[in-house]
Nanobody, 115 residues
């Protein structure tokens, strides 16, 4: 099983930017896909963005054009660059690693966007 640790959350004003990082415990080449999900209070966890080990990415419609997922293979880290943040982006953001049929989750990092 893969261990993943998120960092980079915080409080930002609307229109601002944050970059989240997700460090994996092993080479991300061996991980089929990694992604970011978020959960706002009272809502279900939802997909934000994913990236495969082949480099293909996928985004939720609500973040397209504002968020960018990327990977640094040398650092075994996946990033989520979040620009033009909106109050509705406020949530706990979770990193996910999918490898060999197993999902692994981080502990989450809080992102709060003030209006």
């Amino acid at each position: 099983q893969v261990q993943v640790v998120e960092s980079g959350g915080g409080l930002v004003q609307a229109g601002g930017s944050l970059r989240l990082s997700c460090a994996a415990s092993r080479s991300i080449f061996s991980i089929n896909a990694m992604g970011w999900y978020r959960q706002a209070p009272g809502k279900q966890r939802e997909l934000v963005a994913t990236i495969t080990n082949g480099g293909s990415s996928n985004y939720a419609d609500s973040v397209k054009g504002r968020f960018t997922i990327s990977r640094d293979n040398a650092k075994n880290t996946v990033y989520l660059q979040m620009n033009s943040l909106k109050p509705e982006d406020t949530a706990v953001y979770y990193c996910n690693a999918y490898a060999n049929g197993i999902d692994s989750w981080g502990q989450g990092t809080q992102v709060t966007v003030s209006s």
